[in-house]
């Protein structure tokens, strides 16, 4: 992280998800993708669960996968 941060990089990198790793402490944000079965149907979340120095959203905002990447719905919440 030190030498990234020398060259003032912008890096993204991916982990499993475990209760607290210590990544959580080095990164200035987590974004975490999430999955929930629900009545037999996949439905797929992303979250901001940290982002140092701005202010977010931290409601689970729905997404898909589409031809064009991904298309998160930032109007539309999961469980209402």
């Given at each position: ?12 990198m ?15 944000g ?5 999955t ?45």
């Open positions: 992280m030190q030498i990234l941060r020398k060259y003032n990089a912008t890096t993204l991916t982990t499993e998800k475990r209760d607290d790793p210590p990544e959580d402490y080095i990164v200035s987590i974004i975490e993708l999430l929930f079965d629900v009545e037999g149907k996949t439905i797929r979340g992303v979250k901001i669960a940290k982002m140092r120095g701005s202010e977010f959203d931290d409601s689970i905002r729905p997404y898909r996968f589409t031809s064009r990447g991904i298309e998160v719905y930032p109007e539309s919440k999961i469980f209402e």
